[in-house]
């Protein structure tokens, strides 16, 4: 885009500069008296001058645009990424809960078989002492 704007605007001012060399060539050798070469040559400058206005003032106004296209195509990125980086966190957040309550479950599941097993290896513990006593009072043994 920038190439192609460079080229227009040397094209623009070639145009301008030939004319301008064109038209001083032609009004010097135009049979007219110095004071209506100098007027022509006046009118000729202001009707440039006008064009070179109007040019700056249009090459402005494209620039503008150009200006609130980016700045409307940045917002919209910017948007966009904004959007993704809460839908991600939302993301991230749902994970992490589920796997807390898995995590949660787990552990809780996991207690519940050790304290099963405590009681259990209690319980022999306890049947193998008490038999060990029965067999000592078996024996005549004292304990």
């Keep these: 885009m920038s190439r192609e704007n460079n080229l227009t605007k040397?094209?623009?001012?070639?145009?301008?500069?030939?004319?301008?060399?064109?038209?001083?060539?032609?009004?010097?050798?135009?049979?007219?008296?110095?004071k209506e070469l100098r007027k022509?040559?006046?009118?000729?400058?202001?009707?440039?001058?006008?064009?070179?206005?109007?040019?700056?003032?249009?090459?402005?106004?494209?620039?503008?645009?150009?200006?609130?296209?980016?700045?409307k195509r940045s917002e919209q990125i910017i948007t966009n990424a904004k959007s993704k980086s809460e839908e991600l966190l939302k993301n991230a957040e749902r994970i992490f809960t589920e796997a807390k309550g898995k995590t949660g479950t787990m552990v809780s599941s996991g207690k519940e078989v050790v304290e099963g097993e405590t009681e259990r290896l209690k319980t022999a513990f306890k049947a193998g002492v008490n038999a060990y006593k029965e067999t000592k009072n078996q024996n005549n043994e004292p304990v």
């Design 40 to 71: 022509d040559i006046k009118d000729k400058t202001d009707e440039y001058y006008d064009e070179t206005e109007k040019f700056i003032a249009e090459a402005k106004t494209k620039a503008k645009d150009m200006i609130n296209e980016g700045k």
């Design 10 to 34: 040397g094209l623009f001012i070639g145009l301008l500069a030939g004319g301008a060399i064109g038209a001083i060539i032609a009004l010097l050798y135009a049979p007219k008296s110095g």
